[in-house]
C-alpha cells in the first residue's frame, strides 16, 4: 500500500529548500535576481494585504501578486466558497452538460458591465487576451489588431504580438501582423484604420508599464472612428479591472465608452483559483458560435471549471457587500494626494499620477549638483536604478514590498490589495519619507547599495 500523502509533512521536511528547488527545476535567474537585491524572504503566512516571516515580522504588501490579490490574501468568504464547492463533489467538466456556477458568475459579472452580454472563461489574463484578438478577428473578417506603444496584454504569442515592449518580444518572431501606435494618437489610429484591414484597438484604460493614463475623451473618440471603420474595441482589463482603479472598470472613468470586449481576469480569482474571462457582445459571440458544428470552436480545458467558479463568486459577493471599489477609490485618493504632495519636497521625485490603488511614483534628475552627478552615473550604467534603490531599502528597512513598473523605467508602481486602509497609507509614507530623506542626504546606505547595482549592471552588459 502506498504511503499517503501528506501535504504539511512535505512542506516541514523540504520546505527549506525552496531556493535550491527553484535554481535548480525552474527558471534559475529568479532566485539568482532575488539573492542579488535581497529580496530573498522567507515567508511563512499571509492575511489580507500583510504576510509574516518566520520571526513573525509583519510586511505590508503594496504589489498583490502583481494584482492577483485584489481581496488580499486569504479572504474568508473566498475560503469558504472554495471549501463549499470541493465539499459539494460536483459533477465538474464533464464537457457534454450545463453546470449553473458559470452560468450564475456570468450573470453577476455582467451586472456590473453594461452593454455586455455574454462571456467565455479561461485561465489567465493572456488567455482572456487571446480569445478577445480571435473574436475581433473573426467577427470583423479582418487580421491586424492596433495596440498602444508600450502595451502590455500577456506573454503568449497572441498577446506577445499586441505587447508593446521589444524586451518581451526579442527572438520570439514571427508573431502575427499587428501594428502599434501612440497611446491618445488619434490621428496615428485613424491612419492605420484608413487602411481598411483593422480588426480592432486593444488598449488597456490604464497602462500597468508606467501607470500611464489614456488621454481625456481618447477612449471615447476612438471608439468612435474605431466603429466608423466597422472595428471593435478591446478593453484590456485584466490589472485595472474589478476595482483596482476605483470603478468597477477603468475605463467607466469616461462616459459614453462601451468596448464590444473587455478582458478580465487576476482579482476575479480571489488569489486561489486561476480565471480569465473576455466580454463581449452578443453578436460576436453569435458570429464566432455560428452554428451547432462551430460549438466548441474556441474553447479552454479546465475553463469555467467549478473551483474557478466559485472563486469568482464569492469575490463579487465581497466586493459588493463590503464596499470594495468605493475603498480603492477613497484610500486610493488619500494615499496619491499624500505622495503627490511630496514633490515639492524632493527633486528627486518627479511625479505622482494614477486612479485609485494603482499609482505611479516617477523619479527624475535633481537640480542639485551633487544628487544630479550621482543620478547621471546611475543612469548612464542602466536607467531604472534609482527606482530600484528605492524598493529595497522599503522591503529592506520597512518591510513593504513594492516593484519597479517596468525594466529601464524609474517609476515604482504601487498596486495593493485594495483592502488596504488609512493605517497602511500612513506607514507606507512614513517609509517612502525616510527612504527619500536618505537619498537626498547624498550619502547613507542608499548609494552603496546603489553602487552595488552599477556593478551588476556594467557585469551583466
Not at 496584454?153 to 502599434?180: C, I, K, M, Q, Y
Request: charged fraction near 25%.
Amino acid at each position: 500500500m502506498s504511503k499517503e500523502f501528506d501535504l504539511g509533512a512535505l512542506l516541514a521536511e523540504r520546505g527549506a529548500e525552496r531556493y535550491e528547488l527553484h535554481s535548480k527545476y525552474l527558471n534559475h535567474q529568479l532566485p539568482r535576481m532575488l539573492h542579488t537585491i535581497g529580496f530573498d524572504k522567507v515567508y511563512e503566512r499571509a492575511e489580507g494585504a500583510h504576510f509574516w516571516d518566520a520571526d513573525g515580522n509583519d510586511y505590508l504588501d503594496m504589489l498583490a501578486g502583481f494584482g492577483v490579490m485584489g481581496l488580499g490574501r486569504h479572504h474568508p468568504v473566498v475560503r469558504k466558497a472554495l471549501h463549499d464547492v470541493l465539499d459539494a463533489q460536483l459533477a465538474d467538466l464533464t464537457r457534454f452538460d450545463c453546470q449553473p456556477l458559470p452560468g450564475l458568475l456570468a450573470e453577476r459579472l455582467l451586472a456590473h458591465s453594461p452593454h455586455l452580454d455574454r462571456v467565455f472563461f479561461g485561465n489567465s489574463g493572456t488567455e482572456s487576451v487571446e480569445t478577445a484578438l480571435k473574436f475581433a478577428r473573426f467577427a470583423t473578417g479582418r487580421p491586424r489588431v492596433l495596440y498602444c506603444d508600450h502595451a502590455f496584454h500577456g506573454l503568449t504569442t497572441g498577446s506577445l504580438s499586441v505587447n508593446g515592449e521589444d524586451g518581451f518580444r526579442d527572438g520570439f518572431a514571427p508573431l502575427l501582423p499587428d501594428t502599434a501606435v501612440p497611446l491618445g494618437d488619434l490621428d496615428a489610429l485613424a491612419r492605420e484604420l484608413k487602411k481598411g484591414d483593422v480588426a480592432a484597438l486593444i488598449v488597456e484604460p490604464i497602462q500597468g508599464k508606467g501607470v500611464h493614463e489614456a488621454p481625456p475623451g481618447y477612449l471615447r473618440a476612438a471608439q468612435e472612428l474605431l466603429h466608423k471603420h466597422k472595428a471593435l474595441l478591446i478593453a484590456d482589463e485584466v490589472q485595472t479591472g474589478l476595482g483596482r482603479t476605483g470603478d468597477f472598470y477603468a475605463y467607466q472613468h469616461e462616459e459614453g465608452v462601451e468596448p464590444d470586449l473587455v478582458c478580465v481576469a487576476k482579482a476575479l480569482s480571489g488569489g486561489y483559483v486561476p480565471v480569465g474571462a473576455t466580454l463581449g457582445k452578443d453578436w460576436i459571440f453569435k458570429k464566432v458560435y455560428s452554428s451547432m458544428d462551430r460549438v466548441l470552436v474556441h474553447s479552454a480545458s479546465f475553463g469555467a471549471n467549478a473551483q474557478a467558479m466559485a472563486a469568482g463568486l464569492a469575490v463579487l459577493s465581497v466586493m459588493e457587500n463590503e464596499q470594495i471599489v468605493a475603498n480603492s477609490r477613497a484610500v486610493g485618493e488619500q494615499l496619491r494626494s499624500r505622495l503627490a504632495a511630496l514633490t515639492d519636497k524632493y527633486e528627486l521625485l518627479a511625479e505622482v499620477r494614477g486612479r485609485g490603488l494603482m499609482i505611479g511614483i516617477e523619479f527624475g534628475r535633481p537640480s542639485s549638483l551633487k544628487l544630479r552627478s550621482r543620478w547621471t552615473m546611475l543612469q548612464a550604467a542602466r536607467k531604472g536604478l534609482f527606482a530600484q534603490m528605492v524598493v529595497v531599502p522599503l522591503l529592506q528597512r520597512h518591510r513593504i514590498l513594492t516593484q519597479v513598473s517596468g525594466d529601464h523605467l524609474e517609476v515604482i508602481k504601487l498596486i495593493p490589495p485594495l483592502v488596504v486602509d488609512e493605517s497602511d497609507v500612513d506607514r507606507f509614507v512614513d517609509a517612502f519619507t525616510d527612504v527619500m530623506d536618505d537619498a537626498h542626504s547624498g550619502g547613507g546606505l542608499m548609494w552603496d547599495f546603489g553602487r552595488t547595482l552599477i556593478k551588476q549592471a556594467v557585469a551583466n552588459r
